[in-house]
């Protein structure tokens, strides 16, 4: 991923235990660690450059800590208070105002999450921060712990694709369906420092129509689950008329909540229809936020319908549970499909 990612106000740059035992030569080390360190780097500096807050967790165990195979953990001793282990990565440029989080230091808790057993949300919130964007050592473990939690915390939280490694490429495949399913999104890997929003045609997705008897399939493909929603809900406009031939001038809000992600999208498509038959509008743009994997706010722009401009298709009536699915596919594409009654 490619795609330039916004840091503005509201933001913060949080890096997660980039240690040198997490390190090549370290006690612990994730393979190709070291990579994140340049990548990240180019982040603090566009974090600096817009006046972001930059935190950095780590590990700061004892020398007995319960995680240490000595007493019966999964790990050798690593990342103990006060040793060069323990340090961060030499090359990382942190600022010397940088929010320094120690986690792991109570001998008898193990602690992967930088909120678990911190101040890190109350501190978050003290300097007003909306969104984090987060990358470090290891995906599977802390990455993905502390990502789970600052979603619980109510943070829209976004993962640096290539700012992170993992121990074990299954585990990193688990990481990320769990992450994205639980509302943060992945996004690409390089920063652009602006206060505007990340605008649609920033965004890499796609969607596509399946058969499926006399019904139409609708498919989007995004980077995450959102790009997917926002996709499949073009693909649904597609149904009736082309969505280029939609004028994005007038802008409506869509929530929903369902059990789960793949309950949320076809709630999300029926929004869209009601909105679409009761309104007589079509929707070219779509913007999407996922909460906590089964909480959906969107803001959808639209034009009312055309019967001069907008022909060629037919009339939906229903996105069903047919075919159904939501996930994020070996490559890392997100999809989300269903069959659409007309």
Same mark, same amino acid.
């Given at each position: 991923?490619?795609?330039?990612?916004?840091?503005?106000?509201?933001?913060?740059?949080?890096?997660?235990?980039?240690?040198?035992?997490?390190?090549?030569?370290?006690?612990?080390?994730?393979?190709?660690?070291?990579?994140?360190?340049?990548?990240?780097?180019?982040?603090?500096?566009? #974090? *600096? /450059?817009?006046? =972001?807050? &930059?935190? !950095?967790?780590?590990?700061?165990?004892?020398?007995?800590?319960?995680?240490?195979?000595?007493?019966?953990?999964?790990?050798?001793?690593?990342?103990?208070?006060?040793?060069?282990?323990?340090?961060?990565?030499?090359?990382?440029?942190?600022?010397?105002?940088?929010?320094?989080?120690?986690?792991?230091?109570?001998?008898?808790?193990?602690?992967?999450?930088?909120?678990?057993?911190?101040?890190?949300?109350?501190?978050?919130?003290?300097?007003?921060?909306?969104?984090?964007?987060?990358?470090?050592?290891?995906?599977?473990?802390?990455?993905?712990?502390?990502?789970?939690?600052?979603?619980?915390?109510?943070?829209?939280?976004?993962?640096?694709?290539?700012?992170?490694?993992?121990?074990?490429?299954?585990? #990193? *495949? /688990?990481?990320? =369906?769990? &992450?994205? !399913?639980?509302?943060?999104?992945?996004?690409?890997?390089?920063?652009?420092?602006?206060?505007?929003?990340?605008?649609?045609?920033?965004?890499?997705?796609?969607?596509?129509?399946?058969?499926?008897?006399?019904?139409?399939?609708?498919?989007?493909?995004?980077?995450?689950?959102?790009?997917?929603?926002?996709?499949?809900?073009?693909?649904?406009?597609?149904?009736?008329?082309?969505?280029?031939?939609?004028?994005?001038?007038?802008?409506?809000?869509?929530?929903?909540?369902?059990?789960?992600?793949?309950?949320?999208?076809?709630?999300?498509?029926?929004?869209?229809?009601?909105?679409?038959?009761?309104?007589?509008?079509?929707?070219?743009?779509?913007?999407?936020?996922?909460?906590?994997?089964?909480?959906?706010?969107?803001?959808?722009?639209?034009?009312?319908?055309?019967?001069?401009?907008?022909?060629?298709?037919?009339?939906?009536?229903?996105?069903?549970?047919?075919?159904?699915?939501?996930?994020?596919?070996?490559?890392?594409?997100?999809?989300?499909?269903?069959?659409?009654?007309?």
């Amino acid at each position: 991923m490619t795609a330039k990612s916004q840091l503005g106000r509201g933001d913060a740059l949080l890096l997660v235990d980039v240690q040198n035992d997490f390190c090549t030569g370290g006690a612990l080390a994730v393979p190709d660690g070291d990579g994140v360190v340049p990548i990240l780097n180019r982040w603090i500096a566009a #974090a *600096r /450059r817009v006046g =972001a807050p &930059i935190f !950095a967790s780590r590990c700061w165990h004892p020398r007995a800590h319960v995680s240490f195979r000595e007493r019966g953990g999964p790990w050798p001793p690593h990342c103990i208070q006060g040793t060069l282990g323990a340090e961060y990565h030499p090359a990382l440029e942190l600022p010397s105002d940088v929010g320094t989080v120690n986690k792991g230091s109570d001998p008898d808790r193990d602690d992967y999450s930088a909120f678990q057993g911190t101040d890190l949300a109350a501190r978050l919130r003290c300097q007003g921060v909306r969104r984090l964007w987060v990358g470090g050592l290891a995906l599977e473990y802390c990455v993905r712990a502390t990502i789970l939690d600052a979603v619980r915390e109510g943070f829209e939280t976004h993962l640096i694709s290539g700012a992170t490694r993992s121990l074990k490429p299954d585990g #990193a *495949r /688990r990481a990320l =369906a769990e &992450i994205v !399913a639980a509302g943060a999104r992945i996004e690409g890997d390089e920063p652009a420092s602006s206060s505007a929003a990340w605008g649609p045609e920033q965004r890499v997705k796609r969607w596509e129509h399946f058969p499926h008897g006399a019904d139409v399939g609708v498919r989007g493909l995004g980077r995450s689950a959102e790009e997917a929603f926002e996709a499949a809900g073009e693909a649904l406009t597609a149904i009736v008329a082309d969505p280029q031939s939609v004028d994005p001038q007038s802008r409506l809000e869509v929530r929903c909540n369902a059990p789960d992600t793949e309950l949320l999208f076809v709630d999300w498509l029926n929004a869209l229809l009601y909105e679409m038959v009761t309104r007589k509008m079509l929707f070219s743009r779509f913007e999407v936020c996922i909460r906590g994997g089964n909480r959906l706010e969107a803001a959808v722009w639209g034009e009312s319908l055309d019967s001069g401009r907008h022909s060629g298709g037919v009339e939906p009536k229903g996105a069903t549970y047919t075919s159904l699915r939501v996930g994020c596919e070996p490559d890392g594409t997100w999809l989300a499909q269903c069959v659409v009654d007309v």
